[in-house]
């Protein structure tokens, strides 16, 4: 695998934090930003010294985007590949679904992760030879599921950006595409109902939830050489409850 410098964005708790830790293991240089620092990023700064970069930033805010990501790419001296994982989820019947809730999915999820690739592409493309973007989609995006219209269609905007963009920078031999994980078992899943977890449970071939985990080996493959022939993918990591 090259491991070179990485950006894993919202990497301070559940899945980009498994992601920044495996990332870790594999020799990559990880920066990464939240808009708070947690206990988690203080134990992998002390146990990764030089090779760990954190800075608060706020992804949504194009300026503070831009100012993580030049720091970022300045401290480890280049940048390989990004990984934007940052994002939130909040639901509710879209008739009644708060305005403001609205404006803070797209800004965050969607405009976030535009921002995101739009500052690291500037490093990206001042570096010789290949690099990688992996967006973290969601199988919501492709499915659909009530009370989730805003958010599947900030994550139906991630692929379709990842498509799009893998035309565009292609001739670089930068590679774009997407991970598109089912329900996994972080934050943005305890707000299920012990009903609404059993009945996805029930739904899904292999029986369970995703792990974090699972969905790091995908990543791997998409920043490894193997997959320098692969671009403008969404790859579903689910359980197979789309099959």
């Not at 995006?141 to 269609?153: C, D, F, H, I, N």
């Not at 920078?169 to 707000?191: C, D, F, H, K, W």
């Not at 080996?217 to 689910?238: E, H, I, K, N, W």
Request: aromatic share 4%.
């Amino acid at each position: 695998m090259t491991a070179g410098p990485v950006i894993v964005t919202g990497g301070s708790r559940g899945l980009g934090l498994a992601l920044v830790r495996g990332l870790l293991e594999d020799g990559h240089r990880v920066a990464t930003c939240a808009r708070s620092r947690t206990e988690a990023v203080d134990e992998l700064a002390a146990a990764h010294p030089g090779h760990f970069f954190w800075r608060e930033a706020t992804i949504g805010d194009s300026e503070s985007v831009n100012r993580f990501t030049d720091a970022a790419a300045e401290w480890a001296g280049g940048l390989y590949a990004l990984v934007n994982n940052a994002g939130i989820a909040r639901e509710g019947i879209l008739a009644t679904f708060p305005q403001v809730d609205i404006d803070t999915l797209i800004q965050t999820n969607l405009n976030g992760a535009i921002q995101a690739a739009r500052a690291a592409l500037r490093h990206m493309l001042r570096r010789p030879g290949p690099g990688r973007i992996v967006n973290i989609s969601s199988i919501i995006g492709s499915r659909g599921y009530t009370g989730l219209a805003a958010y599947a269609a900030t994550k139906a905007g991630i692929d379709g950006m990842t498509r799009a963009l893998a035309r565009e920078v292609g001739r670089r031999q930068i590679t774009v595409n997407s991970v598109a994980p089912g329900y996994l078992t972080t934050e943005m899943s305890e707000t299920l109902s012990p009903g609404q977890r059993d009945q996805i449970i029930r739904r899904t071939p292999l029986g369970r939830l995703g792990e974090p985990t699972d969905v790091l080996p995908v990543v791997r493959f998409l920043l490894s050489d193997g997959a320098r022939y692969v671009t403008g993918q969404t790859l579903v990591v689910d359980g197979g409850i789309t099959c």
